[in-house]
């Protein structure tokens, strides 16, 4: 399915029947549902994050509820039009060093062109984590699927497979996972559609472990995420910022560049 009208219409399909009956008194954000382009049907390039950590608004009464995926896609297409290109977050920042445009000092010049073209985004941003909660004023962390692990099986509850479904309209060739390693199980089962994924080490050098750097190649045939190069990676905020030592956290990046790069060129 090719088609970019009909394949932002299932997503958007999918994302109603996952999401339309969420509990306004939980106090759960709007979901990230993604918006695909034409650019991105070039690149087949999924970049996945963790969460949005909580600004991505909230459903809080029935009436943002009943029109809750018209407010995820006005979210999306705002940060994509307004902060893609300029957000300082060292996740958006890793991301802008994957064109060949950039201005990053990081940048290896892996995709075509830049992050957005017009008002659209040039790859696929989605989040492991769908939602998360904006009620904890006090401690955020336990607004953050990524934090708290009663909230983490909440939102899979709510929102199942849905990332799963989504890679499976889209046909990504990468997925560049930037989530850490605690999240490995529900990633496996929920995003890639099975358990059964080996772990691969990256770096030949031994400097980084699979726990550190991993790809995961999907073992069965039939799935359609079989042949897609995934690479879960720590958050760029680790390897770009706190992570000891420039030398290492060059190696790491450029470990990810050159596993990217080698696979688009096949």
Same mark, same amino acid.
Request: one cysteine or more.
């Given at each position: &399915?090719?088609?970019?009208?009909?394949?932002? !219409?299932?997503?958007?399909?999918?994302?109603?029947?996952?999401?339309?009956?969420?509990?306004?008194?939980?106090?759960?954000?709007?979901?990230?549902?993604?918006? *695909? #382009?034409?650019?991105?049907?070039? !690149?087949?390039?999924?970049? &996945?994050?963790?969460?949005?950590?909580?600004?991505?608004?909230? *459903?809080?009464?029935?009436?943002?509820?009943? %029109? @809750?995926?018209?407010?995820?896609?006005?979210?999306?297409?705002?940060?994509?039009?307004?902060?893609?290109?300029?957000?300082?977050?060292? @996740?958006?920042?890793? #991301?802008?060093?994957?064109?060949?445009?950039?201005?990053?000092?990081?940048?290896?010049?892996?995709?075509?062109?830049?992050?957005?073209?017009? =008002?659209?985004?040039?790859?696929?941003? &989605? %989040?492991?984590?769908?939602?998360?909660?904006?009620?904890?004023?006090?401690?955020?962390?336990?607004?953050?699927?990524?934090?708290?692990?009663?909230?983490? %099986?909440?939102?899979?509850?709510?929102?199942?497979?849905?990332?799963?479904?989504?890679?499976?309209? *889209?046909?990504?060739?990468?997925?560049?996972?930037?989530?850490?390693?605690? =999240?490995?199980?529900?990633?496996?089962?929920?995003?890639?559609?099975?358990?059964?994924?080996? #772990? *691969?080490?990256?770096?030949?050098?031994?400097?980084?472990?699979?726990? $550190?750097?991993?790809?995961?190649?999907?073992?069965?045939?039939? =799935?359609?995420?079989?042949?897609?190069?995934?690479?879960?990676?720590?958050?760029?905020?680790?390897?770009?910022?706190? &992570?000891?030592?420039? $030398?290492?956290?060059?190696?790491?990046? !450029?470990?990810?560049?050159?596993?990217?790069?080698?696979?688009?060129?096949?």
């Amino acid at each position: &399915m090719d088609d970019l009208k009909a394949i932002q !219409n299932e997503i958007e399909r999918l994302a109603y029947e996952r999401f339309r009956n969420i509990d306004c008194s939980e106090y759960f954000t709007y979901p990230l549902v993604p918006r *695909i #382009s034409e650019e991105y049907l070039k !690149n087949r390039v999924v970049v &996945m994050g963790q969460e949005t950590n909580t600004w991505y608004g909230h *459903i809080d009464n029935p009436e943002k509820r009943e %029109n @809750f995926l018209e407010g995820s896609l006005a979210e999306y297409d705002r940060f994509v039009r307004e902060k893609a290109a300029s957000d300082r977050g060292k @996740f958006w920042q890793f #991301s802008r060093s994957l064109y060949k445009s950039s201005r990053s000092i990081y940048k290896r010049e892996i995709l075509d062109g830049c992050i957005r073209n017009g =008002n659209w985004l040039s790859h696929c941003w &989605m %989040n492991l984590f769908c939602i998360e909660k904006s009620a904890y004023r006090g401690d955020k962390k336990k607004n953050l699927p990524s934090q708290n692990r009663d909230l983490a %099986n909440r939102v899979i509850e709510i929102q199942q497979d849905f990332v799963f479904q989504v890679l499976c309209l *889209i046909r990504p060739k990468v997925v560049l996972a930037l989530i850490g390693n605690d =999240n490995d199980d529900l990633f496996k089962k929920y995003a890639l559609g099975t358990e059964d994924v080996r #772990s *691969i080490s990256v770096d030949s050098s031994n400097v980084f472990g699979e726990r $550190e750097l991993a790809e995961f190649k999907v073992c069965e045939r039939n =799935n359609p995420l079989y042949e897609t190069l995934i690479l879960r990676t720590y958050h760029p905020t680790f390897f770009m910022w706190k &992570m000891g030592g420039r $030398e290492k956290r060059d190696l790491y990046r !450029n470990l990810i560049y050159d596993k990217i790069q080698s696979f688009l060129k096949k």
